[in-house]
């Protein structure tokens, strides 16, 4: 049984949630409420970090670069391709400013299972 979090790490998790920058703000009124037909749950703790979105029924991450906190690395990757989750990282860019074709491509691999090579454990993002 995994042990809970610090409560250092509880209370950031807390904070966070209640200051979404906008990118997230943006995309979280956009996914919440099963408006693509799964939960999502946002800023929570994986693996010793905050998540920024994470859709526990199809094991999907979606985190959105940006300066509220560090991109996950390629040891944190590693953990969450273990457990079979997939991760999807998104500019903060694109997250305001081609929020269709985000929600597009969180659909088309949360929705449709998605496992393919290209987005476990890799990234995916819109901007090049």
Do not use: Y
């Amino acid at each position: 049984m995994m042990s809970p979090p610090p409560d250092w790490l509880t209370q950031n998790a807390l904070q966070m949630r209640r200051n979404l920058t906008l990118p997230e703000r943006t995309l979280w009124e956009r996914i919440r409420r099963k408006s693509l037909g799964a939960k999502f749950r946002r800023k929570v703790i994986m693996f010793g970090r905050v998540v920024d979105f994470w859709c526990p029924e199809k094991n999907l991450v979606v985190e959105i670069d940006g300066e509220s906190h560090s991109v996950i690395s390629p040891e944190e990757s590693m953990q969450f391709n273990e457990e079979g989750i997939s991760v999807l990282l998104i500019s903060s860019e694109d997250a305001l400013n081609n929020a269709d074709q985000v929600l597009e491509l969180i659909a088309s691999h949360a929705m449709r299972g998605c496992r393919c090579e290209s987005c476990r454990p890799s990234f995916v993002t819109l901007s090049t």
